[in-house]
């Protein structure tokens, strides 16, 4: 697991609920990031991840806070700058957000939901496809559906082409 640690947090992760997650998936990291506050995400570096963080490092580099705030938003502005910096520090080392926790102190839940986001990542999609393939194969009403699109195009098909072209010119060059 990457044991990435944000700047300036003040605690970190149990060493038990590592273990866990890097048991789901060994490219996970649990940050604090304040307050009850928990990031969750995996560290996989790629060079469009680390050319995006170090374009938004350059960019932070220039922000100031406003002079003309009053004091509590000139807090407010530095307190935010200051963790996009930490955040696009982590986004540097290849760190991707999964999930954010407002918990006190992590615990299982946050494994038992990467879990479920695991699960759902590398499975939901075939089995929607086979739940609906499924509930669509000799279904009534999708055939009666079908008996009647069939029905208005041959009804009223001819019609619906002769309105859509009835300007239309055909010119052929020679031959």
Same mark, same amino acid.
């Given at each position: 697991? /990457? %044991? #990435?640690?944000?700047? *300036?947090?003040?605690?970190? !992760?149990?060493?038990? &609920?590592?273990?866990?997650?890097?048991?789901?998936?060994?490219?996970?990291?649990?940050?604090?990031?304040?307050?009850?506050?928990?990031?969750?995400?995996?560290?996989?570096?790629?060079?469009?991840?680390?050319?995006?963080?170090?374009?938004?490092?350059?960019?932070?580099?220039?922000?100031?806070?406003?002079?003309?705030?009053?004091?509590?938003?000139?807090?407010?502005?530095?307190?935010?700058?200051?963790?996009?910096?930490?955040? /696009? %520090? #982590?986004?540097?080392? *290849?760190?991707?957000?999964? !999930?954010?926790?407002? &918990?006190?102190?992590?615990?299982?839940?946050?494994?038992?939901?990467?879990?479920?986001?695991?699960?759902?990542?590398?499975?939901?999609?075939?089995?929607?496809?086979?739940?609906?393939?499924?509930?669509?194969?000799?279904?009534?009403?999708?055939?009666?559906?079908?008996?009647?699109?069939?029905?208005?195009?041959?009804?009223?098909?001819?019609?619906?082409?002769?309105?859509?072209?009835?300007?239309?010119?055909?010119?052929?060059? /020679?031959?």
């Amino acid at each position: 697991m /990457a %044991r #990435l640690r944000m700047e *300036g947090a003040l605690r970190d !992760a149990p060493e038990a &609920l590592l273990r866990d997650l890097e048991a789901v998936d060994p490219a996970a990291a649990l940050v604090y990031a304040g307050p009850r506050r928990w990031v969750l995400g995996r560290v996989v570096p790629n060079e469009p991840r680390r050319a995006m963080a170090a374009r938004v490092l350059a960019s932070y580099a220039k922000a100031t806070v406003p002079t003309w705030a009053s004091a509590d938003e000139k807090r407010v502005a530095a307190l935010r700058l200051e963790e996009s910096r930490r955040f /696009a %520090r #982590l986004a540097l080392q *290849g760190f991707a957000v999964i !999930a954010e926790y407002p &918990l006190n102190d992590p615990d299982s839940r946050i494994l038992f939901d990467f879990q479920l986001r695991d699960f759902l990542y590398r499975f939901a999609a075939d089995l929607e496809f086979a739940k609906g393939l499924a509930a669509s194969e000799g279904e009534p009403s999708r055939q009666r559906a079908i008996a009647t699109i069939l029905d208005a195009a041959k009804t009223h098909g001819v019609d619906a082409w002769r309105y859509a072209m009835r300007k239309r010119r055909v010119f052929q060059g /020679a031959a």
